[in-house]
């Protein structure tokens, strides 16, 4: 031992010194990664009541349910295990809305056609058996992860979808149109407005419907018009502290290769810091927040949103939910009260989740979303993962 370092100590210089720099660097870049939240964060000021399930004596009007990304289901998933029992609960009065990215990993083109068995049936499965009305929305993934075929394989699925469930609005926007679609829940004396749309159009490159992005603001500005609580749908988050969002914890530095395969646990010091820094600060990907097209779809959404009239005239309660990000979190907004966060529904897709000021709930975990309308006006927000627990977070939505 004493040879070892008496040989260390005496190297030269500059190789100590380059060393030492190294260990310095890996220090500052762990240090300031951080760390994914494994287990529930929730935000300081909120009540210890709020962090399990809450006793409902009201009598429920409608629930819809939100989790997407499930396009890479295990065998016996979890997560679309639990979603069935609480879509089982009151079918008549429930939707499931999938939030995109339903086929992994490039939708159903015609090479990967084959594995829609795999891929897509279980979550119609789960809509199948529950009786309950089911609505998909198409992600990057269903588009061929913007591939030239991209609209193509989007229409492929479209199709599938609709020939198994063979009901009304299962499948929106329709035909690679970026929507927005609006329809009320429930037919009868409906109690909220929910908004479709598709926004991985904006960010395609190739073949798909022509349609001017101002038209759809405007007609999105029109359908924000209403008495009634609205929750807008897209696949891509306004904002996130995940890996989408440009945040990355320390296993992103040390264990790169990750990016390209789960399992590859390759340890690659210092230098794994490349990848995590270059996407968050230098070469953004289109389906990064911070890159142009993303950019450009936030702040035309946010313009929307912030022409909504405030109550007794306009919508009391607005919503924008999301997947793409494979945690769950919510976010207090700006330009809506909240900013949900659902892209957890195949285990082996979790991914890194950390936290802002803003943050009301975190956890990288399956799981999904539950908004829950009473007759008495009530709203009743729930983050739901397959556990004996079940609710981890839960919140009367305010407005």
Same mark, same amino acid.
Do not use: A, C
């Given at each position: 031992m004493k040879n070892n370092t008496f040989r260390f100590l005496n190297r030269p210089n500059l190789t100590r010194y380059i060393i030492l720099l190294c260990c310095i660097i890996q220090t500052i870049q762990l240090t300031s990664a951080g760390c994914s939240h494994t287990k529930p964060y929730y935000h300081p000021e909120i009540p210890d009541i709020e962090r399990h399930e809450s006793e409902t004596e009201g009598v429920l009007r409608y629930r819809l349910l939100l989790? @997407?990304?499930g396009g890479a289901p295990r065998p016996d998933e979890p997560v679309l295990k639990t979603l069935g029992e609480w879509a089982q609960k009151d079918a008549a009065k429930t939707s499931i809305v999938f939030l995109g990215d339903n086929m992994y990993p490039e939708g159903m083109t015609a090479r990967k056609k084959h594995e829609a068995a795999t891929r897509l049936t279980p979550q119609l499965t789960v809509v199948k058996d529950a009786g309950?009305?089911?609505?998909?929305?198409? @992600?990057?993934h269903d588009w061929a992860s913007g591939k030239s075929e991209g609209y193509r394989a989007l229409l492929a699925q479209e199709k599938f979808i609709n020939d198994a469930l063979a009901g009304e609005q299962n499948f929106l926007p329709s035909g690679g149109a970026p929507g927005p679609v609006a329809f009320e829940l429930p037919k009868v004396n409906p109690v909220v407005r929910l908004i479709v749309l598709d926004t991985q159009w904006w960010l395609h490159q190739h073949e798909k419907p022509e349609k001017s992005p101002e038209t759809v603001i405007e007609e999105l500005i029109t359908l924000l018009d209403t008495e009634l609580p609205v929750i807008v749908v897209g696949h891509h988050p306004l904002q996130s502290y995940g890996p989408h969002g440009g945040y990355f914890d320390w296993k992103a530095h040390i264990f790169p290769t990750r990016a390209l395969e789960e399992w590859l646990?390759?340890?690659?010091?210092v230098i794994g810091s490349v990848h995590p820094y270059a996407r968050k600060y230098f070469y953004k990907f289109d389906q990064d927040i911070g890159s142009t097209p993303y950019d450009n779809l936030v702040e035309q959404l946010n313009r929307a949103f912030s022409t909504r009239k405030q109550?007794?005239? @306009?919508?009391?309660?607005?919503?924008?939910a999301a997947g793409h990000e494979h945690s769950l979190q919510v976010l207090k907004g700006d330009s809506v009260d909240y900013l949900l966060v659902s892209g957890a529904a195949a285990r082996r897709k979790v991914t890194a989740v950390l936290s802002g000021d803003n943050t009301l709930f975190a956890h990288q975990h399956? @799981?999904?979303?539950a908004v829950d309308f009473f007759t008495d006006g009530k709203i009743l927000l729930r983050v739901v993962e397959p556990a004996d627990r079940e609710v981890f977070f839960h919140r009367w939505l305010t407005f």
């Open positions: 989790l @997407g990304d309950v009305h089911g609505l998909f929305i198409p @992600g990057n646990w390759i340890p690659i010091p109550p007794p005239e @306009g919508t009391p309660l607005l919503i924008y399956t @799981g999904f979303m």
